[in-house]
């Protein structure tokens, strides 16, 4: 069964939020001002993340890094040894919580409503070569991923989720989820059937005037 309960306490911010989705409608503000969360709207889960390394094709790229699996449930680990396959080799990078909130719930269902469902993993690369990246953070929230990815400061890479992590975040999603109420459109009573000011006005030099053919043209128009 997987562990959706949060320890008391205070809990820290997630690094960006997604673009034009407030988490404060989920976080109620004390009188201190510290921030909690709302356990009624928000779940999480350890999560490993398996980086696998394969030669490289150019003689200008020793290695290729991808990340390729999640592992929900996950004990905590730091580039540990998965396997080998010749020179292919998969680490368990590290073990981050997988967070969802309640103000998400679209961004969720919108990834649910992929091809392939996937868990984002956000990364950043550092100068060491046996352990390159930095795991920073996995979301389930395609929106939440195209912010990283649009700032160009970090590497954002898909992975196919798991049955049971699809089945897991379906249900808070489709729980927490609120659609919007569709506010139907006021009409716009201007009138548009009122000729222009001046249009059709016999006493009015008109603009189409100029087409018309010399015999049709008032005397009172030529003086």
């Known amino acids: ?24 409608l989920q976080w109620p503000v004390k009188e201190d001002g ?5 356990p009624k709207a928000f779940a999480e889960i350890p999560i490993g993340i398996v980086m696998r390394r394969s030669p490289g094709v150019t003689k200008w790229a020793k290695w290729i890094w991808n990340a390729s699996a999640v592992l929900p449930g996950a004990k905590d680990a730091n580039w540990k040894v998965l396997r080998q396959d010749g020179d292919t080799t998969e680490y368990h990078a590290a073990t981050l919580r997988l967070q969802l909130h309640g103000s998400y719930a679209e961004a969720y269902l919108h990834g649910l409503s992929a091809k392939v469902p996937s ?41 196919p989720m798991p049955e049971g992590l699809i089945a897991w975040i379906r249900d808070f999603a489709l729980e927490h989820y609120e659609e919007e109420v569709f506010q139907k459109r006021q009409r716009d009573k201007k009138r548009i059937d009122r000729v222009e000011d001046g249009k059709g006005d016999a006493r009015i030099l008109q603009l189409s005037d100029v087409y018309r053919s010399p015999g049709s043209r008032r005397k009172e128009d030529l003086h």
Do not use: F
């Open 34 to 38: 510290d921030l909690y969360y709302n």
């Open 1 to 24: 069964m997987l562990d959706t309960e949060y320890p008391a306490g205070k809990a820290a911010l997630p690094r960006r939020l997604a673009r034009n989705r407030p988490l404060a």
């Open 119 to 159: 868990i984002y993993v956000v990364m950043r690369a550092n100068n060491n070569d046996e352990r390159p990246y930095e795991i920073l953070l996995a979301t389930a929230s395609p929106y939440e991923a195209q912010d990283y990815e649009d700032s160009g400061e970090e590497i954002v890479e898909k992975i």
